[in-house]
Nanobody, 127 residues
């Protein structure tokens, strides 16, 4: 059974940092890509980043380029999202999702690409 479990969310002041984790199980062999999405209250869910299992360069939304970094620890089957210089507009529920058998593509922001989702973790940035 495929499972994704996010952790690391919380309350942080603007300009601060958080690191989110996405612990994966049930699929750690073969090609796959893991994306981070976020959804703010009253807004549509949006893609933040995508990381391929083969090690290609990650992809990022323009809104987070230069501030967020996604990486993985294969020994721990965990993908991370390091978020620096956080802004109030980064406040959202952050979820990870996996697309089986594919690397990240230029259309990584399409939610329908992804086969499994985690439950999400809340990130709140205060001014």
């Amino acid at each position: 059974e495929v499972q994704l479990v996010e952790s690391g969310g919380g309350l942080v002041q603007a300009g601060g940092s958080l690191r989110l984790s996405c612990a994966a199980s049930g699929f750690t062999s073969g090609d796959y890509s893991i994306a981070w999405f976020r959804q703010a209250p009253g807004k549509a869910r949006e893609a933040v980043s995508c990381l391929s299992s083969r090690g290609a360069s990650p992809r990022y939304a323009d809104s987070v380029k230069g501030r967020f970094t996604t990486s993985s620890d294969n020994a721990k089957n965990t993908v991370y999202l390091q978020m620096n210089n956080l802004k109030r507009e980064d406040t959202a529920v952050y979820s990870c999702a996996v697309e089986m058998g594919m690397e990240c593509s230029a259309t990584f922001y399409y939610e329908s690409r992804y086969d499994y989702w985690g439950q999400g973790t809340q990130v709140t940035v205060s001014s």
